[in-house]
Structures are given as C-alpha cells and as structure tokens.
C-alpha cells in the first residue's frame, strides 16, 4: 500500500520476449508475430489429448505444438517454457499431413472456440476415439471393442451460444467469443457451427449494441434454439427504459423471444415478449405402446441443455438400445437434468426414480413428466439430492434397488456415487460423461469393484473441438438381474 498513488520506477529491459511464460494467442500456421525464436523442424509424433501435436526436441523434451498435425514436420516456434515439456505454435509448416484441411471459418486462428478446424472431421473422430481408449488403457481398462460413434453434421450444429460483451477505452462496441486461454473478445459476425437461425443474428447483434443508449451496462448475450424458435436473454446489468424499448423493437423485427436478466446482484429473469413454453424433443422408446415416436422436454433459459440435437437424439437412442429390456425394471437415473433420459427410457416401461441437486431442475422434471402424460403413461418420480454424498447415495441405492442405473454428472465426475455403487453392486450401469480424464478415474474405480466393461462409444457433441463426450456401459455379474416385467415383490 505504500506504493498507493505513486508511479511505478520505469523498469530496465530484460531482453527476454514478453511472450515467455504467457500463453500464445490461438492461431494458424503463418500467422503469428512475436520475438519467439523458432525451433528447428520438429516431426509431430501424434496428438495429444488436448488436440495440440506432440513432437520430441533433440534432447528428448516433449513439444507440445498448436496447430501441428501427426506425420507433419513443422517450423515450430516456443512461446512458453516449463521444466519437463515445452508449449509452442506452428510457424510454418514443411511437410503437411494429408488429413491438414483448410479451416471452414474465418475466425479460425483468433476465435478459441474451434481449435481443430484444420483437421478433416474423419480424423477428428478417429482422434476422439482414440483418445478414450488410451485414458481407459491408462487406467488397466480393456476395451472389448472400438468405440461405436454418434455423429452429425459438422456444421450448424450448435443450438446455443454466450457471446460476451465489451466496451474498449475508446468506445469501440466488441461481441463474440473469447480468444483461447484470455479474457480478451474476439468480435464474430459468423458463426460455422451454430444452428442457422442463430447465425444469422450475430451481425444485426452486434450493430444493436453499438447503438444502445449505454451498451457498457450489457454484460452478456444468451443465445438458444428450440422447436418455438430462437429466443435471446440479454444480461443487463442496469434496468435502462430507453434500451429495453430498443430490445423489444429488435425482438419484434427478429421474430424473437426476448428476456432480460437485470441487476448485478441476484439477477431476475422477466420476458418482455409473451413468455414462450420453450420445449425441445427427444426420441421415445421403439413401438411404445401410446403416443408418437418423440418425446416433448420443457426447459427455461439457464437449465442445462445438450448443444447438439442430433448427436444428443443419437444419445438417448443408444441409451434405450444398451438397456434393452426395461418393461417393469427399477431404474436410477443421476443427474437427471430436465429428463432428458429419464422420460425416454420410461416410455420403454421403465420405472424411473430420477434425481437431480437442484429443487428447480426437479420441479421442471415433474412439469416434463406431466406434459407428456396425455401421449402416454410414464413412470417417473422426480426427487431431490445431494450425490456428491455418499450417504445420500447409498440411501437412494437402497430404497430404489435398482436394476439399472444411468447417471450423467457434471465435468467433476461421480466419485461418491462410483464408490456406493461398488458397495451395493447394481447389474448395468450407463455412465454418460462430458469429461473423458473423470470418466476414466471413475471407471477405474467400477472396474476394480468388479464390474465389467461391456460396451462404449463417443458421441462428437462439438465437431471442430477436442471436446469428448462419451457413453460406457457397465454390467456387474454378482449382482442378480431382475427378470423382465418383475415388481420388487415378485
């Protein structure tokens, strides 16, 4: 505090790159700058998790280069330096793998959204697969086959977007996504992977908040598709009429729904359209006995959403194909969301005690089992818990004795729910994970307990990215199977 209000002493020159110890913005071969001294051509050995190439210095220290692709011999410059490995980026490339496309955006390079664009999706994929089978290898886990792959389009895909919002020093209106590793935004006016409809509104997005009254107050935007049509929150930081009055002229010329989300301390959430019933579907078992083939989920902006339909539909599909068999079976579902599971594998005959943390997410559970009751009768009790507990997961385990259980937890895993499932064995287990490294730790720990891995696939949630999504399909011997159609008493 002494220094409070003082000029900092001007500091000498160290002659060492800025760049040094920070990391590098996103980028394509050719375009960085910078006073980074490039290496050598370095051979890329193969990519790592994280899609960046790897490659050996010639003292054996691991390279790990952005933008670098297997086979591909690279001019590679080193922006940070660590005691083990090396983290650098592709100044030129001297020998390209035939799988290096050109990227579909233009923001490639910049934008830290997509950082495999300049690899074919073919490759993307086998990449991804290849990926899971290694962490669960790491792990002493034996795949029984190579993974099974859900697959949709490589563009247009994504049905909801934050893009962030900043005012610069010089009034300069930016809104996009933020460049990788950095706080810093990187203005978008197109958008490959996101759905059309979405797309279309980024540039008249970004000319409206150039002409709010007080752009500085808007913090974010929130971007989202559904089977009503795109809806928009706008994240407010002040109420400010004239600009409200701006938005639902925007909203009107658009065709949007319009909410906004105001105050910087427990924010609310009030429509200035008509409120929409926002609603999405999913497919419902095969040759259900009552109502049409889909499934109707309600949501409200904020509650978790898969951002792919497709893949997401592909999913939920595989889920009723892998539990086959669920007429009049006890089924857990964790993390159970707003039911994206949980109603389909019902509508299969599944009795299904579905749980989630958060008391609205069940309240919106329930809503979904009510509006899809006129079709057909489903079976789902929507409760409550805490399953980072251990000891609420064991009560669950022992009051639902089931005999399947899916569950589809955040980034952080299941560990307590892993543990009591090795305590009180259930026969199948379907872990559906956004977070390969977690998976592989809690499929350790299954496997250990005497499970058995029986089938797995990756489900590519967000082409163009290293992001994986995967499913694994568990099955304990000792733990007895009821027999199909049976009740717990027989």
Known sequence: MAMLGKRRPRRERSGVSGLQGRQAPRGIPGEHAGSEEPSPGVTIERLAHDGRGLAHDAAGKALFVEGALPGER??????????????AHVRKVLEASSDRVAPPCAHFGRCGGCDLQHLAVPAQRRHKQAVLLDLLARQGIEAPAAPELLAGEASGYRRRARLGVKVDAEGQVHLGFRARHSHRLVDIDHCTILVPVLDALLAPLHQQVASLSVPRQVGHLELLDSDQGPALVVRQLKEH??????????????????????????????????????????????????????????????????????????MVATALAWLEGLDGVSLLDLFAGVGNFSLPLASAGARVTAVEGSPAMVERLADNVRLNASARALSVTARQAD???????????????????????????????????VAAPVPRVLYVSCDPATLARDAARLVHGGYRLTRLAVADMFVHTSHLESMLLFEHPSAERQPQGATPDG
């Open 74 to 87: 690279v001019e590679a410059a080193v922006h940070r330096t660590r005691k083990r490995f090396d983290e």
């Open 241 to 314: 009429a004239q600009d409200r009055e701006a938005w639902q002229a925007f909203a009107a010329e658009h065709g949007l729904h319009l909410a906004w989300l105001a105050g910087r301390e427990s924010p609310a959430l009030t429509w200035l359209t008509p409120a929409p019933a926002l609603s999405c579907r999913v497919p419902a078992a095969p040759g259900a006995a009552r109502g049409a083939g889909e499934l109707t989920l309600g949501f409200a902006p904020g509650d978790f959403l898969q951002a792919n339909a497709e893949v997401n539909r592909q």
């Open 387 to 421: 399953l980072n507990d251990a000891a609420a997961v064991q009560t669950l385990l022992a009051e639902a004795a089931p005999d399947a259980l899916l569950l589809d937890p955040p980034r952080d895993g299941a560990d307590a729910v892993c543990g009591a499932l």
